[in-house]
């Protein structure tokens, strides 16, 4: 879809982590390219696997309106309602579940296996 886009975009990947039981963007360690970029008076869209907490997602956003991003949007495959930990809802998502699963297939895996599958599934406890 990015070719159909009719205005100038920039694309980067971050990696995010988190500080278990972290409740400020002190606690969230973003790499991966945002020294390089100029956030000042930008619409962000981040695209996201799966929204589960959104804890670390709350984070990231505060830290990129710290960085003068005018509008920070969320668009998601999965949201998994009944994981939050905080009150959050992406701006657009594909599929909505009440689940709290493992899920692999599409990208989504344990411990790199089921990632390439062509379909979402489940994982049963012992086999994670």
């Given at each position: 879809f990015v070719t159909k886009?009719?205005?100038h975009i920039t694309?980067?990947?971050?990696k995010t982590?988190?500080?278990e039981g972290a409740t400020s963007k002190d606690n969230v360690e973003i790499s991966w390219?945002?020294?390089e970029i100029d956030f000042k008076n930008k619409k962000v869209l981040i695209i996201e696997d799966v929204v589960d907490s959104a804890a670390t997602l709350k984070q990231v956003i505060k830290v990129l309106k710290d960085l003068g991003a005018t509008e920070v949007k969320v668009v998601t495959l999965l949201d998994k309602v009944n994981g939050r930990k905080t009150e959050f809802k992406p701006d657009w998502?594909?599929?909505?579940?009440?689940?709290?699963?493992?899920?692999?297939?599409?990208?989504?895996?344990?411990?790199e296996w089921g990632r390439r599958f062509g379909f979402i599934a489940s994982v049963k406890d012992e086999y994670k």
């Open positions: 886009l009719n205005f694309t980067d990947f971050i982590s988190v500080t390219g945002l020294d998502s594909v599929v909505t579940t009440d689940t709290n699963d493992w899920l692999v297939g599409w990208g989504l895996d344990v411990n």
